[in-house]
């Protein structure tokens, strides 16, 4: 959901710059509303908003926001919201008024992910969030530049931090220049003096904060335009994160079952009606995800032999049902969260990590031409096989669910 704030023709690159705003409540959604405005303002000011497309996000989710970004392209990040002092970032909780908690580690599975595999051109991102310095700086190993908050700000000092910054970027400033800038705005403002210290660059090594990010954008733009390979993983590179997904769901798959067998002998599980309709929706929504992944093992083996446009259609149409089926049994998966949690609070957290990754990887299948180098038909046999071991793997999900919601009902 977002709302395309500038799109504009120039022939100068533009810099794709990605709002992300965790909005709960009528006052977050108004500070967000403010924010961009004020951003936008600031772009138009300086006469660069032809050098701008910035989208406005106004509610981030968990299992949406990994493929927002790989689906948007952005060389910004800018997260408006909330950070806590044990290192997470408050994100919407689907279908609820509440925020999720989203973890450290978490943020580097996901923007590791983005950036090594899937090529995403992430070049900077500001967490415009209490306490977010130690994620800025873990984010920098990927990221050549991060911005975090070290303590609270308040959101009219957050918003001033926002307008310099980008006014800075829209003049031309390096990206050091840029953030000094973002500082001299809280600065200017009485009531935000005491927090001007709070903004912190972190750069990854090697990186020059001296650049200017207009140059840079520009000129990674055209050594993209001029590239023969296609961005993105190639096809050994997808197997090997195909088969460690395979790896993750089997360990994943165990833990479960652990779980599960000891909820029903150590302690006596009661559930109500509405938690085990939680279990059966599930189920069913498992179910759909099996019998789209009972099919993709020959329809890429079919590819293989034919080697037709038609065919490859036909193996994307179906990557594309598996990954729609996939994020269906991920928001179940949170909706019956808790029974998981009784002995390994982590699980959940692993589990989302894990069905983030394979969406991911499903992207850069989806993306890709109809393979045609023997070493990508030889990559494509291994992923048909590899799915077959999955398949079976799901299997065990569902008849541990099954075994569960039987002796709940008893």
């Known amino acids: 959901m977002g709302e395309e704030l500038y799109l504009t023709m120039s022939h100068d690159p533009q810099i794709r710059m990605l709002l992300l705003a965790a909005n709960p409540s009528d006052e977050e959604a108004n500070r967000a509303a403010s924010e961009q405005q004020a951003i936008q303002d600031a772009i138009r000011e300086e006469g660069k908003k032809d050098r701008f497309n910035l989208r406005l996000i106004t509610e981030v989710y968990l299992d949406r926001f990994a493929e927002t970004l790989a689906a948007e392209q952005p060389h910004v990040v800018h997260f408006s919201g909330h950070g806590t002092e044990d290192d997470y970032l408050l994100f919407v909780r689907k279908d609820a008024e509440t925020s999720h908690p989203v973890s450290l580690a978490t943020l580097q599975m996901v923007f590791q992910t983005l950036i090594e595999q899937l090529h995403v051109p992430i070049q900077l991102v500001v967490l415009n969030a209490c306490f977010s310095i130690d994620i800025a700086r873990a984010l920098s190993r990927w990221v050549p530049f991060t911005v ?23 003049m031309g400033k390096s990206i050091h220049e840029a953030v000094e800038f973002g500082k001299l705005k809280i600065a200017m403002r009485a009531e935000s003096l005491p927090y001007k210290d709070e903004p912190e660059l972190c750069v990854q090594p090697g990186a020059d904060s001296g650049v200017r990010l207009l140059d840079w954008v520009a000129e990674a733009e055209q050594l993209a335009e001029s590239s023969i390979e296609p961005i993105g993983m190639s096809l050994t590179e997808l197997v090997a994160q195909i088969r460690k997904m395979g790896l993750a769901t089997m360990k994943l798959t165990g833990g479960i079952e652990k779980v599960l067998q000891s909820g029903s002998t150590d302690t006596k599980l009661t559930l109500s009606s509405e938690d085990r309709k939680a279990l059966r929706q599930l189920l069913s929504e498992m179910n759909i995800l099996s019998a789209s992944q009972r099919s993709i093992p020959g329809t890429i083996r079919g590819y293989v032999e034919a080697r037709t446009e038609e065919r490859w259609q ?3 149409w179906l990557i594309k049902d598996i990954h729609d089926a996939l994020q269906r049994v991920l928001e179940q998966f949170h909706a019956s969260a808790w029974m998981f949690t009784i002995e390994e609070p982590e699980i959940v957290q692993m589990v989302t990590v894990m069905f983030q990754q394979r969406c991911l990887v499903l992207d850069g299948l989806i993306a890709r031409p109809a393979p045609r180098k023997s070493d990508d038909l030889k990559a494509l046999s291994e992923i048909a096989d590899i799915y077959q071991e999955l398949i079976d793997q799901l299997q065990s999900h569902r008849r541990s669910l099954t075994d569960l919601l039987m002796r709940s009902s008893q």
């Open 148 to 170: 975090g908050m070290k303590g609270k700000i308040p959101v009219s000092a957050a918003i001033a931090f926002g307008v310099g910054l980008y006014r800075g970027i829209a």
């Open 314 to 316: 036909t193996v994307k």
